[in-house]
C-alpha cells in the first residue's frame, strides 16, 4: 500500500508558474511508477505525465510537453510537477497516481492503483 498526498496548488495567473508535489508514505515509493492526472469540471479525468520509478523516464501529454516537467526525489519518497507558462485550460484539480510492475504503454488512469486526494489549480486570464 501507498499513500499520496498532494501539496501546491493555487491561484496564478496565465504565465505563471506552480510546482506541485506529491508526497508518498508507505511502500517505497522507488518501486512505483508515478502519474499526473487533472480533471476539469465536466471533463474526463485526463493523463499529464509520468515518469518511472527511478526517474530516468518521462512522458508527456502534448497539451503539457514544453510546459511542464516531472521529477522525484526517491530520498524523499515524492514527486514534483514543474508547471510554467500556465494556461486558462490548465485548471484543473491535480491527482497524483502511483501503479507498479511494468511501465505502461498507454498510461489511462486504470494503470494505476493509488491516488492521491487532488489539489486545485486555477489559472486566471
Known amino acids: 500500500q501507498v499513500q499520496l498526498i498532494e501539496s501546491g496548488g493555487g491561484l496564478v495567473q496565465a504565465g505563471g508558474s506552480l510546482r506541485l508535489s506529491c508526497a508518498a508514505s508507505g511502500r517505497t515509493s522507488s518501486n512505483y511508477y508515478m502519474g499526473w492526472f487533472r480533471q476539469a469540471p465536466g471533463k474526463e479525468r485526463e493523463f499529464v505525465a509520468a515518469?518511472?520509478?527511478?526517474?530516468?523516464?518521462?512522458v508527456y501529454a502534448d497539451s503539457v510537453k514544453g510546459r511542464f516537467t516531472t521529477s522525484r526525489d526517491n530520498a524523499k519518497n515524492t514527486v514534483y510537477l514543474q508547471m510554467n507558462s500556465l494556461k486558462p485550460e490548465d485548471t484543473a484539480v491535480y491527482y497524483c497516481?502511483?501503479?507498479?510492475?511494468?511501465?505502461?504503454?498507454?498510461?489511462?488512469?486504470?494503470?494505476?492503483?493509488?491516488w492521491g486526494q487532488g489539489t486545485q489549480v486555477t489559472v486566471s486570464s
Open positions: 497516481a502511483a501503479g507498479r510492475g511494468y511501465w505502461p504503454t498507454s498510461h489511462s488512469q486504470y494503470s494505476y492503483g493509488y
Open positions: 515518469i518511472t520509478g527511478s526517474g530516468i523516464i518521462t
